[in-house]
């Protein structure tokens, strides 16, 4: 894309002449903003423990939380929150500054700081694809920074280097997240910004801490042939859910540029993969390249094209998937196909994300659909029992483009048969995936028809064409407004694939190389030689934007602004909107090293210029001559009025998380309030993921648990921070940390709106019209001989009239020369049965238009030039999703339950053991429960006055309800139902439950609670899933007889055992004394005896030894002879 090769022949003169006239263009009242200062923000990823460094900047990678700051939280005496509570951390803080030209950022920050600045950060996350695994929530936080001072050496008295942090929370089920930040409205004027911070699941940290890519080597330089001179190339990806997005088409080179912020910043990353060539007589190839020539991503999946090879690579995300930790080296899949061609699917259904293969050679004719759940792949050839080609009896044909239609589980193919050599037919073809049939819906026209200078034509078959053939080269679907597009060197579109006009506007010398759409109702064309092309939805006129006259005044404006983001020499890497804006991806070969710019494409301007250039005129006020232009906008003033709050239909939940208050005299926050800040986002997150659960609290609000304990002392903690008191210099606000359910509108639409079944959105419309708005007309209706006639007039345009009706009432304002349109939209309660909160929605939409304002109405705005977008444009496509609408839910009321179960059976016995989350019912009294519907998004919360189902004939339970289902199988209750009695009957589970202590036994009941098929008023299918405990379960008969019996035999047993005993007493006991008697007398006698025998025989005995002991002594002298004189004395 080079401005210099642009063909409009001029001198620099009339170059300079129209610059001149477009800065003519800009009235009055811009003049005065150029006093403010062109100040943006600037936001980076800090990890946790680099916080404070100057300069620092990380990539978002990490997914764990971190148990660091639970120490801060028991240092927290006398402070409001649970110090036993289990408070985590996560892994990054935002940090934020803001930067104005010609200023230096450190001077602005101190700035801002001192003159009250705070930015406030709303992070948004976006629900996830599998809502089978993940509850589907429009969930956002608010939260306000913290200023912070860096770490660096600081010689100044207060600060140096500062900068504003906040957590950067990360959400189960949510990869993807939308930072917006914008000025509490002290200090400067700093323009809100929107920053994608996605989490990156292809990088990982090495065991040197390094951080590298898993798809394979980054490359640092942008050489000038990666991009100079070569073709731009389409970016593909599943709209609003991929965290990262690639772009291949670098020529000879296997590398992609890969973004997780949307190419605020990229890497060059050569991929890891072996370019194998496996041709084969079936699978014919020109050559081999190395090029990524399709690159497409999902939530968490890549998926490139190379030659005939097809790769996918699955990210570590365990915040969707858990314990999945990616894939190790990219996977080739459909390795005996030869794949020609990747086509996208932009919106994911049922859980699930797609892909389509389009094969060459043996399988011509067949599509291979990829499914891809949780990061798994898995494809599946189709049709399944013959190929497109037999079905229509044609060969050679080839399948050109595929396009899926998730509502219809629809694909439709864009066939090309050839009947000779010379003569090609192309056919639209339908394919059910649900029925496996085939229909052809459209047969293109063999030549471009001859529009003879309309913009559009409707083709019949009997209109005249040229001699240029019509050669297709894809087909695009939006599901929001049916419409269908079918390209090449023409634009054919339909609302409903049978009638089909020709935007005769788009030159046939030209062909298409791709399409780009907002899904908001505008469409950005590029062609083969790089031209760009822009289509406002509803309209039919195609305006080229480049090159063009306006483009041209456009660059000279910029050059003489001396602006950095143009260029002489650039390529188009890419064309993509973000945010309904066009953006291109640029390349610049500087002369050192290359870069890309992602800048923005001014269309607003660009179709203003083109207005203005054909209609201005010089008028003469006083002595001078005045350059003065024609509008040729109906209207001078557009405003939107009675607009309802915006939650109750665009679902968006908000939190409002403020920093703690510190102690510091200077207002700077420390590593540890900081850290406590990172613990209080997380729980109040916590117990959001907390609150869905079957027992409604008392209170409808998922922070009333938080501090209900501690609100009373309010003020005493109030007192302790006054007076400098509180622990670790660091105050915590209850009043900071709370669900916000009253957000007010922002004099604009919802970005979509979600209706149940019968709702309606009611807005209005302030025109003010251009010079005389009314006339009279001649009527005589109602005896009136005039009446008036508004020149204004507004359009409105419905996707599926036969699900959406809108009402719209005009009032006439003559003193005002306006007129105020009263818009009403309202389902029809007839698209759409029954679904599970969230799911399944059908798409939808509403056009508002204002009569003759397409491309012609402009407004002026501090932030520069924009389309009227009713607002703004006088064109509006607004989305509708119809079903049951995102956090609505059925909770069991347990608090009124008891109340009214209290009441009816005149007492209330709770369990031995109480259990606060679960009470207990007693068996035998009559159970009357009561059920909420609430509304999590609006904090709604009433009775449930719908009728769920109780199954019939059931063993458990009965109730004397006699309403039940056509196949009588269930009751249907409601809440005047005359209550539940429990039965437990034989073969039922809770039948003869035995007692496991001395109590009566008690049983769990798992309870489901729906309305499907009986609740008319609602799209909703509640379903409530929970546990019932009920106590002093009775005995079966049979037990109890079995127990009556056992107690009664041991109780005659113990009786007799008492009568026997008592009557034989006086005979054990007289037995026992004789015996006892008897007993001593036999002992007494056998001592006597015993001591007379042993006293006797102790005499003899002794005497015997005596007597032997005399003769030893004899015996022993004589044999020893004399003793000595001595020996005698001594003995």
């Known amino acids: 894309m080079s401005v210099a090769s642009a063909a409009w022949p001029r001198g620099r003169a009339l170059w300079a002449l129209w610059a001149l006239l477009a800065v003519l263009l800009a009235p009055w009242r811009l003049w005065a903003f150029n006093d403010f200062q062109k100040c943006t923000w600037q936001v980076v990823l800090n990890k946790f423990e680099r916080l404070g460094e100057h300069g620092a900047s990380d990539r978002f990678y990490d997914q764990e939380l971190l148990d660091r700051v639970g120490r801060m939280f028991r240092m927290l005496v006398d402070s409001p929150i649970d110090r036993h509570e289990k408070y985590l951390g996560f892994p990054y803080y935002l940090k934020i500054n803001y930067s104005c030209e010609g200023q230096p950022s450190e001077d602005l920050v101190r700035q801002g700081h001192l003159t ?287 396009v899926f239609i998730s509502d219809e589980s629809t694909i439709l193919l864009l066939v090309e048969s050839e009947v000779t050599p010379i003569k090609k037919l192309h056919h639209v073809v339908s394919y059910s995936l649900a029925t496996d049939d085939l229909e052809i819906i459209y047969v293109l026209p063999e030549f471009i028809p001859d529009a003879r200078g309309l913009e559009c034509l409707t083709i019949l078959g009997t209109e005249s064409y040229t001699s240029v053939p019509m050669v297709p080269r894809g087909m695009f679907f939006n599901p929001y407004n049916n419409l269908l597009f079918i390209w090449g060197n023409f634009l054919l579109q339909s609302y409903n694939m049978e009638n089909f006009m020709y935007l005769a506007d788009f030159p046939k010398e030209l062909t298409i190389k791709y399409l780009v759409n907002s899904f908001q109702g505008e469409m950005a064309i590029v062609t083969e030689n790089e031209e760009i092309w822009y289509l406002l939805e509803g309209s039919y006129q195609v305006h080229r934007l480049f090159p063009s006259k306006s483009w041209e005044i456009h660059i000279s404006l910029q050059a003489m602004h001396q602006s950095s983001l143009y260029s002489s020499n650039e390529t188009m890497v890419t064309l993509f909107y973000e945010d309904s804006k066009l953006y291109q991806l640029v390349y610049f070969p500087d002369e050192q090293r290359g870069r890309l710019v992602k800048r923005l494409v001014p269309v607003e301007r660009l179709l203003m210029y083109k207005q203005h250039s054909k209609r201005y005129h010089l008028e003469r006020k006083g002595g001078h001559l005045m350059l003065a232009f024609s509008s040729l906008c109906p209207f001078t003033v557009l405003r939107l009025r009675n607009l309802p709050n915006p939650q109750a239909y665009s679902r968006q939940e908000r939190y409002r998380a403020q920093p703690p208050y510190i102690l510091e005299p200077g207002g700077f926050h420390t590593e540890k309030s900081l850290a406590v800040y990172q613990g209080l986002v997380y729980y109040l997150l916590w117990l959001h993921s907390k609150y869905d659960k079957p027992y409604a609290d008392p209170v409808h609000d998922p922070t009333w648990r938080w501090w209900k304990n501690k609100k009373q002392d309010q003020d005493y903690y109030f007192y302790l921070a006054s007076n400098g008191l509180s622990a670790g210099g660091v105050h915590i606000d209850m009043d900071s940390y709370e669900k916000i359910y009253n957000l007010k509108p922002e004099y604009k639409l919802p970005e979509r709106i979600f209706l149940d079944k019968g709702n309606s959105y009611r807005f209005s419309i302030f025109l003010t019209a251009r010079g005389h708005g009314f006339k009279t007309m001649q009527s005589v209706v109602m005896g009136s001989a005039f009446r008036l006639h508004s020149r204004l007039q507004v359009g409105m345009v419905l996707a599926d009239p036969g699900c959406l009706e809108v009402v719209v009432a005009r009032e006439i304002l003559i003193n005002r020369n306006s007129v105020l349109f009263s818009i009403t939209l309202k389902d029809k309660m007839v698209c759409y049965g029954q679904g599970i909160s969230g799911h399944h929605l059908l798409k939808t939409s509403l056009m508002v238009k204002v009569v003759g304002s397409s491309g012609n109405c402009f407004q002026n705005t501090h932030l520069g030039l924009r389309l009227q977008v009713l607002e703004l444009e006088g064109n509006l496509m607004v989305p509708v999703l119809i079903g049951c609408p995102p956090g609505k839910r059925l909770a069991f009321d347990i608090t009124y339950t008891l109340k009214y179960n209290r009441l009816q059976n005149k007492h209330y016995f709770d369990c031995i053991n109480m259990d606060p989350e679960m009470p207990c019912f007693l068996f035998r009294d009559i159970f009357y429960p009561f059920f909420l519907i609430q509304d999590l998004v609006t904090g709604d919360s009433g009775s449930f006055q719908g009728s769920p189902l109780d199954k019939t004939n059931s063993l458990i339970w009965t109730t004397r309800t006699t309403r039940t289902t056509k196949d009588s199988a269930f009751h249907i209750l409601s809440h005047r139902s005359s209550g539940i009695e429990w039965l437990c009957m034989e073969n039922s589970p809770c039948h003869d439950t035995i007692p496991k202590r001395f109590f009566a036994p008690d049983f769990f009941f798992k309870v489901l609670v729906s309305n499907r098929d009986v609740d008319t008023s609602t799209y909703c299918d509640y379903q409530l899933i929970f546990l019932l405990h009920v106590h002093g379960l009775p005995l079966s008969s049979k037990r109890a007889l079995f127990i009556v019996i056992v107690a009664t035999s041991l109780f005659l047993g113990l009786v007799l055992f008492y009568i026997i005993f008592c009557l034989l007493w006086p005979f054990v006991v007289k037995a026992c004394n004789f015996l006892r008697w008897k007993i001593n007398s036999l002992i007494a006698t056998e001592s006597y005896y015993t001591y007379a025998a042993s006293s006797g025989s102790c005499s003899l005995r002794s005497w015997t030894m005596s007597r032997e002991i005399s003769r030893a002594g004899s015996k022993v002298v004589e044999k020893a002879g004399p003793k000595q004189p001595w020996e005698q004395l001594h003995t």
């Open 116 to 402: 009250g600045l705070k930015p406030v950060v709303l992070v948004t996350f976006q629900s996830p694809v599998n809502f089978y695994r993940w509850k589907i929530e429009q969930l956002q936080i608010q939260m306000e920074a913290a200023p912070f001072r860096s770490k660096e050496l600081c010689s100044a008295e207060e600060v140096c280097v500062m900068s504003w942090y906040t957590p950067m929370p990360i959400k189960n089920g949510s990869v993807v997240m939308r930072v917006d930040i914008s000025s509490n409205g002290l200090g400067p004027f700093i323009p809100n910004e929107r920053f994608y911070v996605n989490i990156n699941g292809f990088l990982k940290q090495e065991q040197d801490a390094r951080i590298r890519f898993t798809v394979g080597d980054e490359l640092l330089e942008l050489l000038p042939r990666y991009f100079l001179n070569a073709p731009s190339r389409v970016l593909w990806y599943t709209v609003d859910q991929s965290p990262v997005l690639i772009l291949g088409g670098i020529p000879n080179e296997k590398s992609i540029l890969l973004t997780d912020t949307n190419f605020k910043d990229f890497s060059l990353v050569e991929l890891s993969i072996d370019s194998c060539w496996v041709g084969s007589f079936y699978c014919p190839q020109a050559g081999f390249t190395a090029t990524i020539y399709d690159a497409v991503t999902t939530e968490s999946t890549l998926f490139i094209r190379q030659n005939q090879l097809v790769y996918y690579f699955t990210g570590t995300y365990y915040t969707l998937h858990e314990s999945n930790e990616g894939s190790g080296k990219w996977v080739r899949v459909l390795a005996n196909e030869c794949i020609k061609r990747l086509c996208p699917v932009y919106f994911h259904s049922n859980g699930s994300e797609y892909i389509m293969a389009l094969t060459t050679g043996k399988h011509e004719g067949y599509v291979h659909f990829g499914t891809i759940t949780d990061g798994h792949v898995s494809f599946e050839m189709l049709p399944r029992h013959w190929s497109v080609c037999q079905k229509l009896a044609v060969s050679p044909c080839f399948i050109i483009w595929a």
